[in-house]
């Protein structure tokens, strides 16, 4: 009978790499040991253990949580893994080291995660040709790339460090692995690849991953005393959704309650939470009439059951940009632009197929149903930032979505998710299913007396509603300043009577407001930012936390700048002495963003 591994909890005095060195070290050792009495002991003649650093990038949790993984079965094959923040590594550290798995992220324009950029930057300049580069030709290593194909710059960011380390004379033991949104058999695969190969005296350097020696779990997420996870989402009733903008908006954003009771899931502010969406009935009404079909054919789900093909294409497989297998299924009309970018509502080719739906319109003859089946994306739910505090909403999460919608190339598109949760889930009636995506790089600080600085205008202001609902609840005395704007005050002032009620009882200590559409000059949050600068600075030197939450690709962009700027003018410092300002306020934690 095999005895229980010891393991770490997340409570103990411990940092999180710390905690995930000694879980993989137990791993390791009670896997081999021997029993005696009951007690399990290291065997006398045991190999001993190999070193290896398991380096992340990670925006939203999602690679820290599989390099702990990683940790963990690496401990149980003979390694003493160790599990670093990239933003805790520089090229000195990176000279000391033999055997290294790098997993990050990619998000906005093909942007490293913001703990991987100082790293990221060293890396280039050291491969640069004004620069001499470091060599690392005892270091052994391979990259696992997470991304969304949604996105132009698919999984960049790990392009670039699997780069990096290639021309910096490292040798590559397994090839880098791409993963998408469902990255659970390749990361399976990859794991087991890579762990046999650095496992081997020589490191051979096999041709794909495919061929794993061993199995690995596929249990990736935290999973409750219920057992709800991202692999089996609560049905949760979704108690409120109402429109939160005013008539005259030209957005439509949306406050969403979900009742958990019973789920055993529990979130803290900063978290997101996952949502499973359905497509909408119009748009498989059109795909299955390009299909010439009626939907009630049976085709294969992706967990190997046989559904209907109207529920298949509303429940479970993803209408939007076609795969690359679907493209060159549909050659040779639409073979060849499988890189086409994100969707906008004001440019686009029309001959494009941004969708599923413009590919069939565009192939020249109807496709096997087999065949488009199989080539299909499995549909993925959508994350979203928490709005709420459990403290203040206690068996309730509440959600901020805009609901988005636009034309392109002469047909209107919908947001999958958003509009589903603005016009198809029923309040009071429909149950939807979710889980909890924790992001421990965004919390509200520990100490409640140290002050937050939060930017997040429109739907950003999601995860700062609950960080203000959070210090209130736990009556936290640290001093709280929100940058918060849109496009109108009249029409798009969301949350604005909680807010006004927060500056009146003291929680929300200053609120600054900018309305791009008021007056004849844009104004935007980072415009009020540098407005006041030296209060701003004042702030920071006092040891307030920065945070940001919003669009990654325009406004999280102007804000750093902004912040930048802030420093330099009330710093009274340089553009490098402010650089290297902003840098140790993200070494320190206290400059955190969650966008997209």
Request: glycine share 8%; hydrophobic share 40%; aromatic share 8%.
């Amino acid at each position: 009978m095999s005895q229980p591994v010891p393991f770490i909890p997340d409570s103990a005095p411990f940092s999180a790499e710390q905690r995930a060195w000694l879980n993989g070290f137990f791993a390791g050792m009670f896997s081999r040991a021997p029993v005696v009495g009951g007690v399990p002991s290291p065997r006398e003649a045991s190999p001993p253990l190999t070193p290896l650093t398991i380096l992340f990038g990670s925006q939203t949790g999602t690679a820290e949580g599989l390099a702990k993984r990683v940790a963990k079965e690496a401990g149980k094959r003979n390694f003493a893994p160790t599990v670093l923040d990239m933003a805790q590594c520089g090229l000195a550290q990176l000279g000391g080291e033999k055997n290294l798995l790098v997993i990050t992220s990619t998000y906005g324009d093909g942007e490293p995660p913001d703990n991987a950029k100082a790293l990221h930057a060293a890396l280039a300049a050291a491969v640069g040709d004004a620069a001499p580069s470091p060599r690392l030709p005892a270091l052994r290593f391979s990259v696992l790339a997470l991304g969304d194909t949604n996105y132009t710059q698919f999984c960049k960011a790990g392009a670039d460090f699997d780069l990096f380390f290639e021309k910096l004379g490292a040798t590559r033991i397994t090839p880098r692995a791409d993963c998408d949104l469902d990255y659970e058999e390749k990361f399976s695969a990859w794991l087991n690849a890579a762990l046999t190969a650095l496992s081997s005296a020589e490191a051979p350097t096999p041709t794909s991953t495919s061929a794993a020696a061993q199995s690995v779990s596929h249990k990736s997420e935290t999973v409750n005393e219920s057992g709800f996870s991202r692999s089996r989402p609560f049905p949760a009733l979704l108690v409120t959704s109402r429109n939160l903008s005013a008539a005259g908006s030209a957005k439509q954003i949306n406050h969403i309650e979900f009742d958990l009771t019973g789920s055993g899931l529990a979130y803290e502010a900063g978290d997101a939470l996952g949502v499973v969406p359905h497509n909408c009935p119009a748009l498989v009404a059109d795909v299955l009439a390009a299909l010439g079909c009626d939907g009630e054919e049976a085709v294969p789900a992706p967990d190997g059951s046989t559904v209907p093909l109207r529920r298949a294409l509303t429940e479970f497989y993803d209408l939007g940009k076609p795969s690359n297998d679907l493209l060159a299924l549909l050659a040779p009309v639409v073979a060849g632009v499988a890189d086409a970018g994100r969707p906008s509502s004001t440019s686009a080719a029309p001959s494009t197929p941004h969708h599923v739906i413009d590919a069939l319109l565009a192939a020249p003859a109807k496709p096997a149903l087999a065949d488009f089946i199989r080539a299909l994306r499995k549909l993925q739910p959508r994350l979203y930032s928490i709005s709420s505090s459990p403290k203040a909403h206690p068996g309730q999460v509440h959600l901020t979505v805009g609901a988005v919608r636009y034309d392109l190339a002469g047909r209107a598109r919908k947001g999958v998710c958003s509009t589903f949760l603005a016009d198809r889930a029923v309040a009071g009636q429909a149950r939807v299913g979710v889980f909890v995506h924790s992001n421990k790089a965004f919390r509200p600080p520990a100490n409640g007396d140290t002050p937050m600085i939060m930017v997040g205008p429109g739907t950003g202001i999601a995860p700062f509603r609950a960080f203000l609902e959070e210090r209130r609840a736990t009556g936290a005395k640290g001093r709280n300043w929100l940058f918060f704007g849109d496009q109108r005050a009249a029409a798009d002032f969301i949350y604005r009577d909680e807010l006004l009620a927060m500056q009146a009882d003291g929680t929300l200590t200053r609120l600054d407001l900018a309305w791009s559409r008021d007056q004849q000059e844009k104004i935007y949050v980072q415009n009020r930012m540098t407005e006041h600068a030296t209060e701003l600075f004042a702030w920071l030197e006092a040891g307030a936390h920065f945070y940001v939450c919003g669009d990654a690709s325009r406004m999280a962009k102007d804000v750093d700048a902004a912040l930048h700027a802030v420093i330099e003018r009330a710093g009274k410092k340089s553009a490098d002495e402010a650089a290297a300002y902003v840098q140790a306020l993200k070494a320190a934690k206290r400059y955190a963003r969650d966008v997209y």
